[in-house]
Each structure stands twice: as structure tokens, then as C-alpha cells.
């Protein structure tokens, strides 16, 4: 019996189509078929979703280690509007660095095919054309490198492996000053500060918000202190001024706070560890000690920097008087769901701005403006949650947005959205209850800063400030609304069994030491969906129970799993988490499937 190549199940891998076409590709259009030979990851994005941008970093090592046999192709699958459009892929795939092929897929059509039912989800392809692994979430990437490992050796073997250049073509650089900004703040001087994010640099501009007076950071991605020559960024974004004279700013990529000294142009590190804060690190303490996730945004308020942690849809803040950090609110479950800040949901929150009674905040996945009260307690002004969005004005209650990366307070006490996915400047004014639009034809606004009578506002994906004068008159806009464009399953009603399927990587075994090593959380929107089943168990299999009452609704499922290398001899093995956040809309129908499956890693038998 031949022992050499490990037993998996094989299924013929579906053709690669999307309407967009190929990017990276220097023109090409590539099938299956060309690819054979090589080991392919498809990795399924959209270019919103902070998870999926940790798996683009994630991917970087394992591309350039075995680049002479493994092709990455990025299948880009939007969730929402704007992210179907084919010029929004383009830049999408610019702003955070993508070196390998993507097929843009603005209708889910390669998704389909692939049965995927979360953003990311890696698929790996053997030389043959056949799936032989899935993967949902993050921290898959070391597995994956275990299996391309297994694969090189079997297909060499065979002599099914081809090795040499892959499709990938490098982009012409564009010639801007700025490149996809993502914050900027107004200096005392007068001068601009700009996160120039793409060129992982942060920018001093005149006055004028165009003549460059320094560059602060080396250009090249990485995560070094010193002079502003030496010192090196991650994708930098926001930034904010201390009582000292100093910026804060939230190195996004290196999961780290800096500081920048504007007199000497000194960088120094303030929080993080460069690592990405995983389930089960600490949640506070020295701040060069524990593990942030995407910091995107800072602000300091009540005598602290507050920090929107993307990555883990958290709040938290770094207290400069005992250099510690600690979450302040968010459970690390991504929704919208108010209350005291220990059990706030918030999704990607993504812009702060304080104002004496209240720190603002853009929560991008849910299209929501929130604030968060003095004694702590988080409140929504607009959005409904992570699947309706729009542009509709009116009334707080029932006007939507696309996809805000940043806010301003404004004097009079209201607050100015930089609605990304709208490119638009809208308006909320709590006095009176409503939103409306101050201003239209932006490009990806991310941020916006108040210069005496005019807002100056960084329109990203145009790579500049914009200064406009902060508008009397509302703009008027037609009114948009938008689901999100995902099927709904159908489901039976009564029970429903929910199978997370987690197999763990080759030469790894699930970490016992502490106790069980899964976890699963399970509810619904809305909450009488589930009759029975909801909350949190260490099962990976779970009985629901679906009220024949309510037609449709959407699961959330969250999943961890721990797998630690298998090594006897080994006292302290590498352990690694995997974990995936689902929202499964579904549909109750008498011919309904009554199971539901999803890949955390593996094959559904």
C-alpha cells in the first residue's frame, strides 16, 4: 500500500469567471487551464472587510517563499454597491498593495460556484485542477504553507508540478503626490498632516493642503523607529494631536500605535508588539506589551487616546500617564447592538472625532454613525446593521449610508460623515433628529478637517485634500437603498442542524492543554429567529431551533478553533487560532435544507 501521498477527497475545481475581467495580469485573461501545473490559492475578498486585508498580509510571505510554484488569485466578490464597480476593484487592489491576479467577480459568480458563504475564504487547487482544501477567516495562512509544502513533494513526484514566472504583472506607478490618503489633521502651524496610507509615509502639507513641506516615514512597507528617513510605517492611518505637540499615529498594518515628535520628525513606537491580537490575548496592560488588531483611527478625549480597532471591532484606548492600553468597549463580535460598552457589538469601526460631551464614531460594516457617552455606554444615530446601507436623508431613524470611514464634529454640535462608498459629506444633526448631504461628487472621502469656515476633505481614491466651504444649503439627492447582495439559504423551519467543519492542518493536532480548544457563538437578527440554540458552547455542531413565524432573518455564527504542531518531544509547540465570523441570511421554505454547513478549514464530506 503506498503510504507517500495523504488520502484527500478531490473535487474538480469550477472554471475562474467575473464580469470585471483580470487585473495584474498586464492585460491577460486567464482559465483554469493555463494554470495547471501550479499550486493555486484562490483567495475570495472584498476589498471593505478588515479580515480580508489581514489575509492579504497574512499571504505576502508564503507568495514570495514558494513564488516559483504558487499562484495567488484574488477573487473579488463585493458585499457592497460601490464595490462592484470595476474602477473602485482597481483601486481597491492599488491602496493595499495586491501582487497577484485578480479577477474582479461584481456579480458572485466564481462565489457561487465555490459554494463560499464568508468573506475571506482561501480555496486551495492542486496542479491537477482539483480542491483540496477550504478555509474561512484568518490564520489559516501556516496551514496552507503545510499543505503547498505536501503538494510540491506529490506533484514532483508525479511530475505533475510545473515550476517558473507566474502571471502576475506589476501596475505602472502613478505619478501623485499623495496615494490613496486615508486621515489627515490640521497642524498648529496651519499645515496639513496627511497618512499618505499607500506609500506607508505620512505627509506635512502647506496650507494650501498641496505643497509638500516633509515626508515622514522611508516609503518602503515596514515597522522601524527613528529620524523621519529611517523610520518605517505599515499602511499608516489616523492621527491625532497630544497636549505635548506630539501625533498619535494608528500604523494600521503594523497593528501599532506611533508617535511622531513634529519638532525633530523622531518616530518612536507607544503601543503594540507588531503582532495582531489574537482571541485570548490580553486585553490591556504595558502598552508595548500587548497585541493590537488594525488600529484605523485615533482620537484623544477625556484624557486618553481612544483607538478604533477595526480588526477586532473593539474600542480602546492608550492612557499616556502609566503607558497602558485596554479595551473600553466592543466584545469582539461584529454587529450593531448598543448598551454599556462591555456588551456593544460595533463592525470595523473606522473614523473617531470628540466633542466635549461625546466621542463620534463611523462604524463602516454596519453604514452606522455612533457615539459613546462619558459614562461609557455606546448609542446609534444612524444605521440598522451589516446588511441594509444607501443614501437616503431625513430622518436619523431611517437614513442610510455606505460604508463611512470618517467623521468631524462640527461647532454647533453636529457632525460631518465622510460617507466612503457614497462619496459624499453628509450631515447629522442631533438637535433636530435629521441627516442631510452637504456635498456629492467626492471620491472615497475617508476624512474631513474643520479649517475655520471650511472643511477640507481627503478625498482618498482622487489622492488629495479638497477644501470646501461648509455649504447653508443642504444638497438634494434621490433617494438609494441597498441589501446586500448575497442569496439567502433556504432553510426549513423547526431544526436545523449547524455543522462548522474545522480539520485541523496536517502535523497538527486541536490544543487540549487549557481546556477545549473550540468555541462557537450562535444568534440571530432578528432575535425570535432562534427558538432555540443561541449563544455561546464549545461544540462545533449545534441543534438550532428557526420559528416557523418569521420568514427570514440572518445567523451569526462566530468559530474558533486552536491546533497546536502534534510533537510529543516538543514542550512548548507552535499553536495557532482560526476564526471566522459568518452572517448567513436565510430564508424558512418547506423544501428547505435542514442542515447547515460551513468550512472553517477542511472538506464538508
Not at 11 to 22: D, M, N, S
Not at 179 to 194: D, E, I, M, W
Not at 389 to 418: E, I, K, M, N, W
Request: charged share 25%; with cysteine.
Amino acid at each position: 500500500m503506498d503510504h507517500s501521498a495523504p488520502r484527500r477527497a478531490r473535487v474538480r475545481a469550477p472554471e475562474l469567471t467575473g464580469k470585471g475581467g483580470w487585473l495584474n495580469t498586464g492585460g491577460q485573461q486567464y482559465t483554469l487551464a493555463d494554470l495547471r501545473g501550479r499550486i493555486v490559492v484562490l483567495d475570495f475578498w472584498t476589498f471593505c472587510c478588515v479580515n480580508c486585508l489581514h489575509v492579504l498580509d497574512e499571504l505576502r510571505e508564503l507568495e514570495e517563499k514558494h513564488r516559483d510554484t504558487v499562484v495567488v488569485i484574488g477573487v473579488h466578490s463585493p458585499k457592497f454597491v460601490h464595490e462592484a464597480d470595476h474602477r473602485a476593484v482597481v483601486d481597491a487592489v492599488e491602496r493595499y498593495g495586491v501582487e497577484h491576479p485578480v479577477l474582479d467577480d461584481p456579480e458572485l459568480a466564481t462565489w457561487k460556484q465555490y459554494a463560499v458563504r464568508a468573506w475571506p475564504t482561501l480555496v486551495v487547487i492542486d496542479p491537477e485542477g482539483y480542491v483540496v482544501a477550504q478555509h474561512a477567516g484568518e490564520g489559516h495562512v501556516h496551514a496552507i504553507e503545510r499543505l503547498v509544502e505536501e503538494l510540491e513533494a506529490e506533484h514532483t513526484a508525479k511530475g505533475t508540478l510545473r515550476r517558473g514566472d507566474g502571471p502576475y504583472v506589476a501596475p505602472e506607478p502613478e505619478p501623485t503626490v499623495l496615494r490613496f490618503p486615508g486621515k489627515a489633521l490640521l497642524l498648529p502651524s496651519g499645515n496639513f498632516l496627511v497618512s499618505d496610507t499607500t506609500r506607508h509615509q505620512l505627509v506635512e502639507l502647506a496650507g494650501d493642503g498641496e505643497s509638500v513641506v516633509r515626508r515622514i516615514g522611508s516609503g518602503a512597507r515596514g515597522f522601524a523607529d527613528g529620524s523621519a528617513d529611517e523610520a518605517a510605517f505599515n499602511e499608516p492611518q489616523g492621527l491625532t494631536l497630544l497636549d505635548d505637540g506630539s501625533v498619535v499615529v494608528a500604523d494600521t498594518v503594523n497593528h501599532a500605535l506611533r508617535r511622531l515628535d513634529l519638532a525633530t520628525g523622531e518616530v518612536t513606537t507607544l503601543a503594540g508588539t507588531g503582532r495582531q491580537w489574537w482571541q485570548g490575548s490580553p486585553t490591556s496592560g504595558p502598552a508595548r506589551e500587548v497585541d493590537l488588531s488594525s488600529p484605523w483611527d485615533v482620537a484623544w478625549w477625556q484624557d486618553k487616546v481612544w483607538i478604533a480597532m477595526a480588526g477586532v471591532h473593539q474600542l480602546w484606548a492608550y492612557d499616556p500617564a502609566d503607558g497602558t492600553v485596554a479595551v473600553t468597549a466592543g466584545t469582539t463580535n461584529e454587529g450593531l447592538v448598543d448598551g454599556p460598552g462591555g456588551e456593544a457589538w460595533f463592525a470595523q469601526p473606522s473614523g473617531l472625532a470628540a466633542a466635549p460631551d461625546r466621542l463620534w464614531l463611523a462604524d463602516s460594516e454596519t453604514s452606522a454613525l455612533r457615539w459613546v457617552e462619558p459614562d461609557g455606554s455606546v448609542h446609534t444615530a444612524v444605521g440598522t446593521g451589516l446588511f441594509d446601507f444607501g443614501h437616503r436623508d431625513g430622518a436619523a431613524g431611517q437614513a442610510l449610508l455606505q460604508h463611512p470611514l470618517g467623521v468631524t464634529a462640527l461647532p454647533d454640535g453636529s457632525v460631518a460623515v465622510s460617507d466612503t462608498y457614497n462619496h459624499a459629506l453628509r450631515r447629522y444633526d442631533p438637535a433636530t433628529g435629521e441627516v442631510t448631504t452637504l456635498a456629492t461628487d467626492l471620491r472615497e472621502p475617508s476624512d474631513a478637517v474643520l479649517v475655520g469656515e471650511d472643511i477640507v476633505v481627503v478625498e482618498s481614491a482622487r489622492h488629495r485634500l479638497t477644501r470646501l466651504r461648509l455649504p447653508e444649503e443642504a444638497v438634494k439627492v434621490p433617494e438609494v437603498a441597498h441589501r446586500t447582495q448575497r442569496e439567502a439559504t433556504e432553510v426549513a423551519p423547526g431544526r436545523l442542524r449547524l455543522d462548522v467543519i474545522f480539520q485541523a492542518p496536517a502535523g497538527q493536532k486541536l490544543d487540549e492543554r487549557y481546556g477545549p480548544s473550540t468555541r462557537l457563538l450562535v444568534s440571530s437578527t432578528p432575535p425570535e429567529l432562534l427558538r432555540g440554540g443561541e449563544g455561546a458552547g464549545t461544540d462545533l455542531s449545534r441543534a438550532l431551533e428557526l420559528d416557523p413565524a418569521v420568514p427570514e432573518g440572518v445567523l451569526h455564527v462566530s468559530a474558533m478553533a486552536a491546533s497546536c504542531d502534534d510533537d510529543p518531544d516538543n514542550e512548548y509547540p507552535a499553536c495557532h487560532v482560526h476564526q471566522q465570523d459568518w452572517g448567513v441570511p436565510v430564508r424558512l421554505t418547506e423544501t428547505g435544507t435542514d442542515r447547515l454547513p460551513l468550512v472553517l478549514a477542511g472538506m464538508d464530506a
